[in-house]
């Protein structure tokens, strides 16, 4: 009686497995590129989304939360009560009035001023401010100095440009101390800064040049100056009540202009805590909506792998079938497939991770720090190990197919 023979069930290393998988991608190669285009594509959106989410909330942080909480008196926009909004009376009567507040600063706008360099003359957003306006952290100073107290009461003829405004005078870091026309004065560039934070520069990219209240241009000099919008910031103690301040500060401003109970005031009293209230029911909404993006990033790769890995096993029957025929046992015709996919969204990954790296630099120039555009090394983890996630899920389904082949149906397809 003959013994029935059991074929020898391939035993293979992990190493060489691996080896053949590096192979095998080779081999098929269109295959394997149309997957790691598939998890590029992924990686990259998911890069992209969660950089920009960061990004954004940086900035929004920077915006909302730099020094401690903040009232801000901003002019009614109604036109019919244009007669009473917040005046430099009004800032005196409030600086005299709040000694315990940390900070009580006043910012005019006076509107487009023509400046002139040794170098260039340019239309720029110009503002009246005092020191105080430095104190808030919004600015970065990149060189030579910022308003300070003395420049006031001394009637210091200074300016200080933004980084935009001085590119477009043809200036640099080098210029700080030189002479600018503004108007028919001449004033002292003192500093070069930079503003902070997601909206900081107001002015539309044409940059912001900032005098002290001592140098004001003729035009900006006439009765209609009044009109200009002039805004009013207190800074209040740490932990105090906003609530209690508003109510102070509506009621001493009221007093200061003699208005009665039912009076339209003019002003606006808004709080930092609401700007911070809303910040964060923002960022939670883009938080929300990056996560949603993510996964559909994600699920389009997952499909686009899918799709080509059945295709590339329809196309491999013969060689499938030869492999279960001399004893590869299903587990490893699984794990051979399931390696592949892995070695082409690792690779598909780091393609991701190259290309958002080009394109971060190039947004960051062009932003100019508005909004910076960068992956920390948690979210480069992240999203290589949803690569990896992906390329795995997505192999099951073609190695399952795979491995169920009946040998000799694969062998004469």
């Known amino acids: 009686m003959t013994a029935s023979i059991e074929p020898r069930r391939a035993v293979v290393p992990f190493a060489d497995q691996l080896a053949d998988a590096l192979r095998e991608?080779?081999?098929?190669?269109?295959?394997?590129?149309?997957?790691?285009?598939?998890?590029?594509?992924?990686?990259?959106?998911?890069?992209?989304?969660?950089?920009?989410?960061?990004?954004?909330?940086?900035?929004?942080?920077?915006?909302?939360?730099?020094?401690?909480?903040v009232l801000t008196i901003a002019p009614d926009p109604r036109p019919?009560?244009?007669?009473?909004?917040?005046?430099?009376?009004?800032?005196?009567?409030?600086?005299?009035?709040?000694?315990?507040?940390r900070r009580v600063s006043l910012v005019q706008s006076l509107g487009t001023q023509t400046l002139a360099s040794a170098r260039a003359t340019a239309a720029i957003p110009t503002?009246?401010?005092?020191?105080?306006?430095?104190?808030?952290?919004?600015?970065?100073?990149?060189?030579?100095?910022?308003?300070?107290?003395s420049d006031g009461p001394e009637q210091r003829?200074?300016?200080?440009l933004d980084r935009a405004a001085a590119e477009r005078l043809g200036l640099d870091v080098a210029d700080v101390g030189s002479r600018i026309r503004l108007g028919g004065q001449f004033v002292h560039l003192v500093g070069l800064v930079k503003a902070k934070g997601l909206g900081a520069d107001s002015s539309g990219g044409d940059g912001l040049a900032i005098v002290p209240d001592a140098v004001v241009p003729e035009a900006s000099a006439s009765?209609?100056?009044?009109?200009?919008?002039?805004v009013i910031e207190v800074e209040v103690p740490p932990g105090a009540d906003l609530d209690t301040w508003q109510a102070r500060i509506g009621i001493l401003l009221r007093r200061e202009r003699n208005l009665a109970g039912a009076q339209q005031a003019g002003f606006a009293i808004s709080s930092s805590e609401r700007v911070r209230a809303g910040i964060r029911s923002t960022t939670a909404l883009i938080s929300l909506t990056a996560t949603l993006?993510?996964?559909?990033?994600?699920?389009?790769?997952?499909?686009?792998?899918v799709n080509v890995s059945l295709i590339s096993v329809r196309h491999r029957y013969f060689e499938i079938g030869l492999r279960i025929a001399v004893g590869a046992t299903h587990r490893l015709i699984m794990r051979q497939f399931l390696l592949e996919n892995v070695i082409v969204a690792v690779a598909g990954a780091l393609v991701a991770i190259g290309?958002?790296?080009?394109?971060?630099?190039?947004?960051?120039d062009l932003l100019g720090g508005v909004l910076v555009l960068d992956a920390s090394p948690l979210v480069i983890g992240l999203a290589?190990?949803?690569?990896?996630?992906?390329?795995?899920?997505?192999?099951v389904a073609p190695a399952l197919r795979a491995a169920n082949l009946d040998p000799a149906t694969a062998l004469r397809t």
């Open 157 to 160: 003829r200074v300016i200080v």
């Open 80 to 101: 019919s009560l244009s007669a009473l909004r917040p005046t430099r009376r009004d800032y005196v009567a409030l600086r005299s009035a709040l000694p315990d507040a």
């Open 293 to 305: 993006l993510m996964s559909i990033s994600l699920v389009v790769g997952a499909v686009g792998i």
């Open 223 to 230: 009765p209609s100056a009044a009109a200009l919008p002039l």
């Open 25 to 69: 991608v080779r081999a098929n190669a269109l295959a394997s590129l149309l997957s790691a285009l598939a998890v590029t594509i992924a990686t990259l959106g998911v890069l992209l989304v969660a950089s920009i989410t960061q990004g954004l909330g940086r900035s929004f942080e920077r915006l909302a939360f730099s020094g401690g909480p």
């Open 127 to 149: 503002v009246t401010a005092d020191y105080s306006l430095f104190q808030t952290g919004r600015y970065d100073v990149l060189a030579g100095r910022p308003l300070v107290p």
């Open 355 to 364: 290309v958002f790296a080009l394109l971060a630099a190039g947004a960051n």
């Open 384 to 395: 290589v190990l949803a690569a990896v996630a992906v390329g795995v899920v997505s192999g």
